[in-house]
């Protein structure tokens, strides 16, 4: 299959999706499964350093996220790729506030609550998982006075999109995602500064 064509089969499925057809979202995973994959080694690496991270589980997660939302939230094949890094965002970030507990004093065993049921383990230090879990609450934060901003944050820094991209996924245009990316970047370091001092 051609690039282009791949292309058009996966905006056709992401339109079949958005329609509520459910079984265009298991046609869609073999198609857009190696840029998923790219997007978790970029988180991997952002977060581990190292190629210990199980990336395969990652996607899965991601991808069993966006499966069990009741419609999914996307219209192009750009946007599919923005809400899976949101996706990929939140299970690093509940892995990084669980390891938090852990280190605070939940050492409680875990219980699954289904049998079969399994969560992303990722090795992360100590410091790795407080820059993450600031970096989350500034972006909850930022979320609340300036969503556009946090999803351009979401885009630009979570799911490795370009400016392009991340202006055709939130339909606004290249110079918006420029300044807002800016901004937001310049706030974001000044508040998790904030966090982790508090943290120490």
Request: glycine letters at 6%; hydrophobic letters at 45%; one cysteine or more.
């Given at each position: 299959?051609?690039?282009?064509?791949?292309?058009?089969?996966?905006?056709?499925?992401?339109?079949?999706?958005?329609?509520?057809?459910r079984?265009?979202?298991?046609?869609?995973?073999?198609?857009?499964?190696?840029?998923l994959?790219?997007?978790?080694?970029?988180?991997?690496?952002?977060?581990?350093?190292?190629?210990?991270?199980d990336?395969?589980?990652l996607?899965?997660?991601a991808y069993?996220?966006?499966?069990?939302?009741?419609?999914?939230?996307?219209?192009?094949?750009?946007?599919?790729?923005?809400?899976?890094?949101?996706?990929?965002?939140?299970?690093?970030?509940?892995?990084?506030?669980?390891?938090?507990?852990q280190?605070?004093?939940g050492?409680?065993?875990?219980?699954?609550?289904?049998?079969?049921?399994?969560?992303?383990?990722?090795?992360?230090?100590?410091?790795?998982?407080?820059?993450?879990?600031?970096?989350?609450?500034?972006?909850?934060?930022?979320?609340?006075?300036?969503?556009?901003?946090?999803?351009?944050?979401?885009?630009?820094?979570?799911?490795?999109?370009?400016?392009e991209?991340?202006?055709?996924?939130l339909?606004?245009?290249?110079?918006?995602?420029?300044r807002?990316?800016?901004?937001?970047?310049?706030?974001?370091?000044?508040?998790?500064?904030?966090?982790?001092?508090?943290?120490?």
């Amino acid at each position: 299959m051609s690039e282009r064509s791949a292309h058009d089969a996966i905006a056709g499925l992401v339109k079949a999706v958005e329609r509520g057809d459910r079984a265009a979202l298991d046609e869609l995973l073999p198609l857009v499964y190696g840029e998923l994959v790219v997007l978790a080694r970029q988180q991997r690496r952002a977060w581990r350093g190292d190629l210990t991270l199980d990336t395969t589980a990652l996607v899965h997660e991601a991808y069993l996220k966006i499966v069990g939302q009741a419609r999914a939230p996307f219209n192009s094949r750009v946007h599919f790729f923005a809400v899976a890094s949101k996706a990929m965002r939140h299970i690093l970030c509940n892995h990084a506030r669980d390891r938090l507990r852990q280190k605070r004093g939940g050492g409680a065993p875990h219980v699954r609550l289904a049998p079969g049921q399994d969560v992303v383990q990722v090795p992360m230090s100590d410091e790795q998982s407080d820059m993450l879990a600031a970096l989350d609450e500034a972006l909850e934060a930022l979320q609340r006075f300036a969503a556009r901003q946090a999803r351009v944050v979401e885009c630009r820094f979570f799911g490795g999109m370009s400016i392009e991209d991340t202006a055709a996924a939130l339909d606004i245009s290249p110079r918006t995602v420029k300044r807002d990316w800016t901004v937001a970047r310049t706030w974001l370091r000044r508040e998790m500064q904030l966090r982790l001092d508090e943290r120490s």
